[in-house]
């Protein structure tokens, strides 16, 4: 029932908004339809903390620990998302940089990315899910290109061609998947799809197979993730859309993503008995981590400065999985947790700072502290979080995969410690004169949403402090069920 | 069976056409042939999955084979046909590496792919796996294609062409997906379709040319 209504209503939603999208009321309806998908998730919740996994649909849906914990977070930052895009939108059609049908478009097409991506989350069935994460995709590009200028067309054709060009890959790996699942447990059914039947035979999984499928599959999802070298088209598509899309697209797609590789990852070093997949995955990690920190020195565009620094986090995040055991995993979940909640806040403050300002270059942006102490404060103690500063999430995670990194990689952990450190120096010696100094910014005609900011920034304080216990366990829980024990 | 041979033979018939239409595509530079070449490789497609479902009498490869004819060998070739005429652009613009060079490169995709093929194929139990490596072949040289390529359209057709390799693949190594999956990965190309035609115009009406060399602004330097 909870379940139902959690898919259900962003595809209505759609549907909805796909007529009404234009009218005064659809920022609101936007935030009413997240606001149901919201309860479903949480409902589905307690459900599970209570019954434990449940599958849905004969078997072709099914939450567990691992991503109930990730449609809860979906859920959560859409519904700031929408409540954010509420004033956003507003203010970018009084603009006239937004009419009617792309307003009708961008909300319509909000909604059924989320759905897609709770699909892609909640199906148990890996062909569905690659059909899930491809939707996301088709459902963005033409969000990324709202504008229509120039550079957010160049940004949406690389997106939609180099990430089409990824998910194939992914298909392919699925293809493979398929051929080894099925001698095992026939092709009857479709359940040498699900992923709860192959987690129960991936010990009988030809191996050869496997990992040929698993370099298909990290490479095709891995684009997604933006996962140095492949990660071309994150910057662009991050930079050229509507900011709440640039929030929902780093801080939701990109989780989503990794969730598929983990998955696939799961299966496959179950069959494989090396660690041929975790070492390509600490691989692409380090690899994401040290190019992207380099990058960021040349970031003149804020949002594109921030995207790197998305590509540089989802780099850590595949290097904590990578390392895997209960330690690593338990802190790279919190790590996706505490990433998205920080970087969407963060893009929600730029959001309104470059609308005062006119611009997205941050030599351009100055002293939001005088005009908004909100948004200023808001940017600065985004940034703090995001470099890893006590007391925020992104420290205790940050150090629980350093000192794992210690004990496990030692090799790797002096290249982690430079990399955050370069990043630091870039995006704090970028942000600092935005938010002091004096100002170039003007009113808006409409309050800036402030309050998804701090509930966000709330949140990762909280996690950096305290983390409650039943949500503790139920990391417990996922970490150790991805660890495949 | 008895005439399981011969059947046989014609579905390698079949495979190796696959591949030749992928070279043909590879050196072809105009975009309404490589659209051409592209519906005879959904045709192809259509006929070598029509023969596997008789042969094994497997229901679901019927439709298969029947949405494989409809869609990729009739209907995408007849939108990217009117787009091309809506649009104008019937030629692509100089290739990157020049033809000698890009049917090299592809010969030697040819035996990397056979090479990449050979634990798939001793492992699958299908009478077609020896056209796997060919499946294979046929995505790579999609992607030398999409590589090698100016025009957005022309960089389309060789998606589409991976696409036709892809399920070649999922055919010869396991005859196809399951249903539900052919299905959604259908309506996700078509999807794909639409955003694309959309996308174009869009390209357009900002640049007046669907040349991508427009479209490369966005550098780090930026």
Redesign the interface.
């Known amino acids: 029932m909870e379940f139902l209504a959690l898919l259900v209503a962003p595809i209505l939603g759609a549907v909805i908004l796909a007529f009404f999208g234009a009218r005064r009321f659809a920022p609101e309806a936007n935030v009413a339809i997240s606001v149901v998908t919201f309860a479903a998730a949480c409902a589905l919740t307690v459900r599970v903390i209570s019954e434990g996994s449940i599958t849905a649909a004969n078997e072709q849906f099914f939450i567990d620990p691992f991503n109930v914990f990730l449609v809860t977070l979906t859920a959560f930052v859409s519904l700031n998302t929408s409540l954010f895009s509420r004033p956003y939108m507003r203010i970018e059609r009084e603009h006239g940089r937004v009419n009617s049908a792309q307003s009708r478009l961008y909300h319509s097409m909000y909604q059924l990315f989320i759905a897609a991506m709770l699909i892609a989350l909640t199906t148990n ?1 890996m ?2 899910m ?2 899930a994460m ?2 996301a995709t ?1 459902s963005t ?2 969000l990324v ?1 709202l504008y ?4 957010s ?6 997106y ?2 180099l990430c ?2 990824g998910i ?1 890959q992914a ?2 790996g ?3 998947l ?3 699942a ?2 095992v447990l026939g ?1 009857e059914g ?1 359940s ?2 699900l992923w709860t039947h192959l987690n129960g035979v991936k010990g009988q999984l ?1 191996p ?2 496997l990992s ?1 499928a698993f370099v298909f599959l990290l490479v095709g999802y891995g684009t997604k993730v933006g996962l140095a070298p492949l990660h071309n088209w994150l910057p ?1 598509a991050h930079a ?1 859309g509507p900011t709440p899309i640039s929030a929902v697209l780093s801080g939701l797609l990109l989780n989503v993503a990794i969730y598929a590789v983990v998955r696939c990852k799961v299966l496959v070093e179950g069959s494989l008995k090396s660690d041929l997949p975790s070492q390509m995955l600490m691989g692409f990690g380090l690899l994401s981590v040290v190019l992207a920190a380099f ?1 960021l020195w ?1 970031q ?2 804020i949002k594109r400065l921030l995207a790197y620094s998305s590509i540089e986090h989802m780099g850590i995040i595949a290097f904590a999985f990578g390392m895997g055991g209960a330690v690593a995993n338990f802190a790279a979940l919190l790590h996706m947790t505490v990433h998205s909640l920080t970087k969407s806040a963060i893009f929600f403050a730029v959001g309104h700072a470059a609308q005062k300002s006119g611009t997205q270059i941050m030599d351009d942006i100055r002293g939001l502290l005088t005009l908004s102490p909100t948004v200023g404060w808001g940017l600065m103690l985004g940034t703090l979080a995001i470099l890893g500063m006590p007391p925020f999430g992104v420290f205790a995670s940050e150090f629980l995969i350093l000192t794992t990194a210690m004990q496990q990689q030692p090799w790797a952990t002096p290249i982690l410690l430079m990399a955050l450190g370069v990043a630091f120096a870039a995006i704090f010696g970028r942000v600092q004169p935005m938010v002091f100094g004096e100002t170039t910014a003007k009113r808006l005609p409409h309050p800036p949403a402030l309050l998804p900011v701090f509930a966000h920034l709330a949140l990762v304080l909280m996690l950096g402090l305290y983390i409650p216990s039943y949500l503790a366990d139920w990391y417990r829980l996922a970490a150790r069920l991805i660890a495949g024990q | 069976m008895s005439n399981s041979s011969i059947d046989l033979q014609l579905l390698n018939a079949f495979a190796s056409l696959l591949l030749l239409l992928s070279f043909a595509m590879l050196s072809q530079r105009r975009i309404v042939t490589m659209v051409k070449l592209l519906a005879m490789q959904g045709m192809l497609l259509g006929l070598a999955t029509l023969l596997l479902a008789v042969r094994t009498g497997q229901n679901h490869l019927y439709i298969s084979a029947a949405l494989t004819l409809s869609l990729k060998a009739l209907f995408m070739p007849w939108v990217l046909h009117r787009l091309i005429k809506r649009l104008g652009v019937y030629w692509d613009s100089e290739p990157l590496l020049n033809i000698t060079v890009t049917m090299l490169a592809g010969l030697l995709i040819v035996i990397f792919s056979f090479g ?1 093929a050979q ?2 194929a ?4 299908t009478a077609t796996r020896s056209a796997i490596g060919i499946a294979v072949a046929v ?1 790579l040289l999609a ?1 030398l294609t ?1 590589i090698t390529r100016g025009k ?1 359209m022309s ?1 389309v057709v060789g ?1 589409l062409s ?2 036709n390799g ?1 399920f070649f ?2 055919m010869s ?3 196809g ?2 249903m ?2 052919e299905l ?2 259908a ?2 190309v078509l ?2 379709m639409l ?2 035609g ?2 174009f115009f ?2 357009r ?3 007046d040319s669907l040349d ?1 060399h ?5 550098r ?3």
């Open positions: 069935n062909g569905l690659w059909v491809e939707a088709l590009v033409l290109t229509r200028t120039p550079s067309l160049e940004a949406g054709w690389k939609f061609i089409g060009v194939a298909l392919f699925t293809i493979l398929y051929v080894a099925e001698s092709a479709m040498a799809l030809e050869a197979v040929l662009d050229e990058f040349r003149r565009d | 990449l634990p798939i001793e492992f699958a139990n995505v992607f999409m957005a960089q998606f991976m696409e892809l693949g999922a190594a396991s005859y997906m399951p539900i999956i959604g990965v309506l996700d999807v794909a955003v694309l959309v996308f869009q390209i009406e900002q640049f991508l427009h479209l490369e602004k966005l780090e330097e930026k």
